[in-house]
Each structure stands twice: as C-alpha cells, then as structure tokens.
C-alpha cells in the first residue's frame, strides 16, 4: 500500500510538472531566483530581486525605448557574405546561413530611424544571438549608413551595443569597420549632431574600441561587462589577478569610461530627457542647419536603400 502511494504521488508530481508550458519560469542569472517569464516582461526583462539584467533580442529592447509603430527598419538589404571563403570548425557561410534561418534580423544590427517621445532619432540595436553581435562588413556598413542619414536628416543618433567584437571570420576586413565607423562619427562630431551610445552586456572587443565608445554621452545598464579583452585573457597575459568587479560597469564609471549607468526600465525615460535637452532648447535646427553643399555631399554618398548589397 505504502509502495503503491509513493509510486501514485510521483506519477501525480510527473503529470503536473508536464502541465506547465516550457519557459514560463526562468532562473536569474544574478541570484539563482526562479522568475515567472511574464512578471518578467512587465519589468523590461530586470529581476525584481537583485536588478539583473536578461539579455534581450533587438526587437525587444526596441518596444521598450521607441514611440509605439515609430520604428522603421532601413539598410536590411545589407548582409554579410564570405569574402574570404573562411573555414575553421564549419565553413563560415554554413554559419551565416544557419544563423540567417533562426534569426528574423539577418545581421548582427538592426539600424533604422524612430521617435522616443515624439523626438526623431536614427537608431540601432545589436543582436548578440547572431553570431556574438560580431562586427562584420556589413555591421559596419549599415552604422556608417545609419551615421549618414543622421548628417542628411540632422537628427541625434542613438547605438544600443551588444556585442562580442569584430568577426574573425572576415579578418582584416572586419576589423577595418573600426576605422569607417569612427570616420563617420568624426564628421557628426563636426557637425555638431549628438551621438548616445548605450552599453549592455556584454560590449566587447572592437566595438568597444570603435563607435561604442565615443558617444557624446555614453550610457551603461548595471554590471554590463565592458571591455577590449576579456577578464581571463588580461589574467592570463599580465599574471596577475584583476581587481573585483573589473570591466563591469560600476568600475567603469568609478574611473570616468562611462558618463552614467542607468537601469533598463528608466532608460526610456532619461533619453527622452537627454533628447528634450537638444529639441526644446529650439537651438538645434538653427544651429545645426547644414549648408547646402553639405547636404548634397551626404545625400551623394549614400546609396539607395533600395539598392541591393552584399558585403
């Protein structure tokens, strides 16, 4: 009798366990809590118990920071190809197609322009589940495109970077997306245009030492791992043992790398905030007024988004 109650109890525990739809409870990579995935949703993806942050896709993060139906996606005919028919564990292409299936942004960047408070912004976000969010030609295309249409339509521009760095499958054609990129952002500075970059986690390798790094103001969320080379190879190069909390956000505005760390369920607000600084001043049209040889020179260099690209 006993056996056959112990053997009905678990029986019993297996058909309720199979009841609950897979998903619907995540554990907190910060305190181990077991979280329910919609209360979860309801806070911007931030355990309510010790403030981490879950990584979240693009089009996620840009439900939470733009004006409703505001977003308009640009440059998505520009993909990566293999240039130099790399292969090392697979053949680079096999991996860009099979990232291509599973992934409805296609690239590591989704750039495109939006409102945040009725105030216009071209923006982009980085997608970490294609390949890393690794830089490739054609991630640094499309924010040298984004970059431009900023210059032609005289609006800020706002980068949300999530990355592991430049994609080793393209080599030195990667890594020159660093350059470009900075290039294009020394000719906002020039004009004047505000550039806000947000840092999550993890932005690394050479995004960090490109465009992610030189916003006019540079945003963290909490505990973003923040950095060129990770913790374990400095470790392992310099001997020595880092300090607590090292390439972590909080260390990174403790030594002036970051000008602020805001929470991803505020984060909306305070760029509304930032960008209210720009509009309502009413300074920003009038003195960021391009000349006409300049806005022709913008609108010359950039192709139509219409036109079909492979890098």
Request: with cysteine; proline share 5%; net charge negative.
């Amino acid at each position: 009798m006993q056996s056959w109650w112990r053997i009905g109890r678990k029986s019993l525990k297996t058909q309720e366990k199979k009841e609950v739809p897979d998903g619907v409870w995540l554990k907190c990579g910060g305190c181990g809590e077991i979280l329910y995935r919609r209360e979860l949703e309801r806070n911007a993806w931030v355990c309510g118990t010790c403030g981490h942050h879950f990584r979240i896709p693009p089009q996620t993060y840009i439900q939470l920071l733009v004006d409703p139906d505001s977003f308009k996606e640009m440059f998505s005919n520009i993909r990566s190809t293999d240039p130099l028919e790399f292969r090392d564990s697979k053949r680079y292409a096999d991996r860009l197609k099979a990232a291509t299936a599973t992934d409805p942004s296609a690239e590591a960047i989704i750039s495109g322009c939006a409102q945040i408070n009725r105030h216009p912004v071209a923006i982009g976000f980085m997608n970490f589940s294609f390949l890393g969010g690794s830089m490739a030609s054609a991630v640094g295309e499309r924010v040298s495109r984004l970059i431009q249409y900023s210059l032609k339509e005289r609006i800020p521009l706002i980068i949300v970077s999530c990355s592991g760095g430049a994609r080793m499958q393209e080599g030195a054609l990667s890594l020159m997306q660093m350059a470009k990129t900075c290039a294009q952002l020394a000719r906002l500075d020039d004009a004047g245009l505000p550039f806000i970059s947000i840092l999550t986690d993890p932005t690394t390798g050479g995004v960090t030492a490109s465009f992610a790094s030189l916003g006019d103001i540079n945003i963290a969320e909490p505990n973003a791992l923040i950095g060129f080379a990770g913790p374990r190879v400095i470790e392992q190069t310099i001997n020595q043992e880092l300090p607590p909390g090292f390439q972590r956000s909080e260390f990174l505005l403790e030594h002036g790398m970051i000008d602020a760390i805001i929470p991803r369920t505020l984060m909306r607000e305070k760029l509304s905030t930032l960008l209210g600084l720009f509009y309502d001043s009413g300074s920003m049209q009038s003195l960021l007024a391009p000349s006409g040889k300049d806005q022709e020179g913008v609108a010359e260099e950039m192709p139509s988004d219409a036109e079909e690209v492979s890098l």
